[in-house]
């Protein structure tokens, strides 16, 4: 499955399953009809807002066996982009590519989550690559890589999830934070920051 959404002044237009509803002024939410990726699956999203919350309906699971990709190329002034979580089931192939460039203020936060623990579930094989590279007009002001190959990861750092936020002002990296967590608390701290609870 390829699918592309493209929003630009406040105008949705998408090719595939993709789409995307505004709730009251302020929140935009991005919706995928079945929330998981498989298989070969290739999302782009080319988004443009301004004073908005971006975020998604739910996690976002990666099945066993996949090899998806997703581009995100977005422009933000004086928003926030707050995609769910995203859980990795094992033996899931990942590739993302995220690049935003950033007026005013802005905050981002995302998560990745290895295997199903609560199912059981460990993730030890799998490769996945998650690039966040964020300007301003003044250039590039961070450059971000979640690398997995099999379980090194989780070797490395003891626990299955990793949520890590920037805060961009004044065409500055304000401020950025990382935690390692387990996957019990992850939703729990991605929406006491994020202030969304669904």
């Known amino acids: 499955m390829k699918s592309h959404l493209v929003i630009r002044n406040n105008v949705v237009q998408?090719?595939?399953v993709l789409g995307a509803i505004q709730i009251g002024d302020k929140m935009i939410v991005l919706t995928n009809p079945s929330e998981v990726?498989?298989?070969?699956?290739e999302l782009t999203f080319d988004i443009n807002v301004?004073?908005?919350i971006l975020t998604d309906q739910a996690y976002t699971k990666v099945l066993s066996s996949s090899n998806v990709k997703i581009s995100v190329?977005?422009?933000m002034e004086d928003s926030s982009y707050f995609p769910h979580p995203v859980l990795f089931y094992n033996n899931a192939n990942f590739e993302m590519v995220t690049?935003?460039?950033?007026?005013g203020k802005n905050s981002v936060v995302e998560a990745f989550i290895l295997g199903r623990r609560g199912s059981g579930e460990k993730f030890v094989k799998g490769k996945i690559n998650a690039i966040t590279k964020i300007y301003s007009e003044h250039g590039l002001i961070a450059y971000d890589v979640f690398r997995v190959n099999d379980?090194?990861?989780l070797d490395l750092i003891g626990n299955d999830a990793l949520l890590t936020v920037y805060y961009i002002e004044d065409g500055?990296?304000?401020s950025f934070t990382r935690e390692i967590l387990s996957y019990k608390d992850v939703f729990k701290e991605w929406s006491k920051i994020t202030g969304i609870w669904f």
């Open 14 to 16: 998408s090719s595939g």
């Open 37 to 41: 990726l498989a298989n070969n699956d």
């Open 50 to 52: 301004r004073g908005k």
């Open 73 to 75: 190329n977005m422009e």
């Open 99 to 103: 690049e935003i460039r950033s007026k």
């Open 151 to 153: 379980e090194d990861y």
């Open 172 to 174: 500055e990296l304000a």
